[in-house]
């Protein structure tokens, strides 16, 4: 709720400050238990961020990051939630990152790897091995493989690693930061599968974050687009793909290879300019340098988010005049 994160810049050469970025300003989103919430934009627009804080890896500046548990009644402020509050929540919350060779430490075997929030919990190893052998059976990995090293798989199957544990403490929600990005394309279809499969059997909520429209477009209950660090877009996913409101969210649509031969050579809305810096961001609506529909309202007034039918939001003076393509289901 308003959630803000504001940091301090400091560049030059006298490491004058230059500026505040404000990587969150002002965001309002709701991802309802069990659904997967789709979060797009281009790199830098403070997706990642958002993701991180709710785990707390930065300091929110102002707003909330309201929580319930599952099955507990009261609603937790992460924003302002104590340590030991989060240490208690480590096991409700897990993080999936993008790059499954990074984040897997070479010198672990499979079991360290996949074993680990369980090993930092105390649990025993007998029973850590147990768990482990479950989940690795779950994500489609033999669990014979539980005493080799990272370097003996491939990327798709070294995501499955990062996947399984993340999900061995059965987390409640899982924030997927690009978890399918540095994959190709077969690999990529198979673990997103993968993770919707995992998404029913373990009763999961996502927050599925990716800079890449087509990989939300298969998962998502709803899609929120993000613009330099506020919402413009949120909606039921099969709506937003029909029948975008924001030209941002159509220049995202159009940018999405199509396959279907009846639908290439249709007229494409080019996203021209580049994300502004987010120091000096422009006034008005954000988007206005790069919109073909900008109007002098548009270069003044910042545009709300505002609801729409539908259970659709949207943040463009002109959402209702606009007539946006999108692509069929
Ligand atoms: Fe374009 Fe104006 Fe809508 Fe912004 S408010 S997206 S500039 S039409
Ligand atoms: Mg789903």
């Known amino acids: 709720r308003n959630l803000k994160m504001h940091f301090g810049q400091s560049g030059g050469f006298f490491r004058q400050k230059t500026g505040v970025v404000k990587a969150v300003d002002g965001v309002d989103l709701t991802v309802a238990d069990g659904e997967t919430v789709g979060l797009v934009g281009e790199s830098g627009c403070g997706k990642s961020t958002l993701g991180r804080a709710i785990l707390r890896v930065y300091e929110p500046t102002s707003g909330e990051i309201r929580y319930r548990r599952r099955g507990a009644g009261d609603w937790i402020d992460l924003a302002r939630a104590s340590p030991k509050t989060m240490t208690d929540l480590r096991n409700d919350i897990r993080m ?17 790897a996949i ?3 369980l090993f930092a919990r105390g649990v025993a190893r007998s029973e850590v091995r147990d768990r482990v052998a479950m989940i690795m059976g779950k994500v489609g990995l033999r669990p014979e493989f539980m005493p080799r090293y990272p370097h003996a798989f491939s990327g798709g199957e070294r995501q499955r690693i990062v996947i399984a544990r993340a999900l061995v403490v059965e987390p409640h929600l899982v924030v997927a930061d690009e978890a399918v990005s540095a994959l190709d394309v077969s690999v990529r279809a198979q673990t997103l599968n993968l993770l919707q499969d995992l998404q029913d059997d373990f009763n999961l909520t996502y927050l599925f974050i990716s800079h890449d429209l087509s990989v939300v477009k298969h998962v998502s209950d ?9 919402i413009v877009e949120f909606a039921p996913s099969a709506e937003i793909f029909a029948r975008p409101l924001h030209p941002y969210t159509a220049s995202l649509i159009a940018a999405i290879p199509v396959s279907s031969p009846n639908l290439r050579g249709r007229p494409r809305a080019e996203l021209t300019g580049e994300i502004p810096d987010p120091s000096k961001p422009p006034p008005g609506c954000q988007f206005h ?5 900008a109007t002098e309202a548009c270069r003044k007034d910042v545009p709300p988010l505002r609801p729409m039918a539908g259970g659709r939001q949207v943040a463009c003076h002109h959402a209702e005049e606009l007539e946006l393509a999108g692509i069929p289901a």
């Open 115 to 117: 074993g680990q929030p």
């Open 289 to 293: 340098p790069r919109c073909a529909f």
């Open 222 to 230: 709803h899609v929120a687009v993000m613009y330099v660090g506020r």
């Open 96 to 112: 999936i990152f993008q790059d499954p060779f990074t984040s897997l430490n070479a010198r672990q075997t499979v079991l360290e």
